[in-house]
């Protein structure tokens, strides 16, 4: 689940009839109260690293004190702490595809950028069985990528194993060298933004979008290419005006006022699932040495955006994107928006099916 989901369903708890965001109450109790447990533990473990001196001023603040950390090799960083990702640092692409963008002398109109775990083939062979298998829509090419960090745990050589196998096949996996972790999209967000700008830098527009979201390319490519849509300067999605920066510890999403002084994040659209002009991509990387990561992919974007000046555009219609769906969804419906979030593959195989059949939608 993205964090801005999390923060959606935390926004929306008035709404307890809202099944999906009851439930996800219900986890989040048991969930806090495993994490209460740990991060008091954690908070008096002598072991503990004096992590971060706070001095009480913003996230894009240098001067706050740092750890440096040493790892075996004597190459040294400065430990992100708790809210912080290790960014920039110099992360290489282990696997590559620098030809996609550049095939057949034609740049894609529109790149699909789709962040995924190393583990999740199912997820990655549900979106080549779906949309990631639209490749030329309204006669705009559409080119789907999927963006991998390193595995970890006991397994991990096995998992990177089939990675390398997939890769041969498919010829669509990125793979940078960083820990892939939840704790660590910031990381991957950020590498697929160097990834379009040194790759697919004559592409008009990019989307990330999560690996279990559905997806209609056609309403996507006929939003975008409407005379209306802006070609620079553009990011568009659900569009999160006034998210708060969540203040209880005990949630997944807590940021001290120490990281985050304002009471609430620039606007931002939605993890899961935004758009962007190409241009885009180096503003925001140009930018983004001014203001520290924090692990929160997203908001960390608005805060990207702000600092260039950039407010991020509503869509059409609010109804295009729904990160919430209260009841799955029909055939009828599924014709008329672009990115709806799912529970689990079979449902995005589901809608895909029951989208793509012949006949008139509704
Ligand atoms: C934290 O840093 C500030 C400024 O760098 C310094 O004045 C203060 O003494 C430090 N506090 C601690 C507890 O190290
Ligand atoms: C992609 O679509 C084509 C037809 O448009 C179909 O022949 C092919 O089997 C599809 N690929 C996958 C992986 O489903
Ligand atoms: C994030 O990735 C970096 C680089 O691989 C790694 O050092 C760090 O442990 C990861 N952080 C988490 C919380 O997984």
């Not at 990387?285 to 805060?303: C, F, H, N, R, T």
């Not at 799955?328 to 599924?334: A, I």
């Amino acid at each position: 689940m993205s964090p801005a989901l999390m923060q959606s369903c935390t926004a929306l708890s008035g709404s307890l009839y809202r099944r999906p965001c009851f439930l996800f109450i219900l986890v989040a109790v048991a969930v806090s109260v495993t994490y209460t447990t740990f991060t008091l533990n954690w908070w008096n473990d002598p072991q503990r690293p004096s992590v971060i001196n706070h001095t009480g001023k913003t996230a894009d603040d240098d001067q706050v004190n740092t750890r440096v950390l040493t790892n075996r090799n004597g190459v040294q960083w400065e430990d992100p702490g708790r809210y912080h990702v290790a960014y920039p640092r110099g992360y290489k692409f282990v696997m590559d595809e620098p030809e996609k963008c550049r095939y057949g002398n034609q740049a894609p109109f529109l790149v699909l950028m789709a962040p995924v775990a190393p583990g999740n083939l199912a997820s990655r062979d549900a979106i080549r069985r779906t949309w990631g298998n639209e490749t030329l829509v309204q006669g705009k090419k559409v080119q789907t990528l999927f963006m991998l960090g390193l595995p970890g745990g006991p397994g991990a050589q096995k998992v990177q194993e089939k990675v390398n196998q997939e890769s041969r096949a498919h010829h669509d996996l990125l793979q940078s060298d960083f820990m892939d972790t939840y704790h660590n999209l910031t990381i991957k967000t950020m590498l697929i933004l160097e990834w379009l700008v040194s790759r697919c830098p004559e592409a008009s527009y990019a989307m990330k979008i999560d690996s279990d979201v559905f997806l209609n390319v056609q309403n996507l490519v006929s939003m975008l290419v409407n005379p209306d849509t802006p070609k620079q300067n553009y990011m568009t999605g659900l569009v999160w005006w006034h998210s708060p920066v969540l203040r209880n510890p005990d949630n997944k999403f807590f940021l001290p006022y120490e990281v985050m002084a304002e009471s609430e994040y620039p606007p931002y659209p939605l993890g899961f699932g935004y758009i962007m002009s190409m241009d885009l991509p180096k503003k925001i990387l140009g930018v983004s040495p001014q203001i520290k990561p924090i692990y929160i992919e997203d908001a960390y974007l608005g805060m990207c955006l702000k600092r260039l000046g950039i407010s991020p555009t509503d869509p059409p219609s609010k109804s295009l994107f729904d990160v919430n769906p209260i009841y799955s969804y029909g055939r009828c419906k599924l014709s008329t928006v672009v990115a709806v979030m799912t529970t689990r593959v079979n449902q995005l195989l589901r809608y895909w099916q029951d989208y793509s059949r012949p006949g008139p939608p509704c």
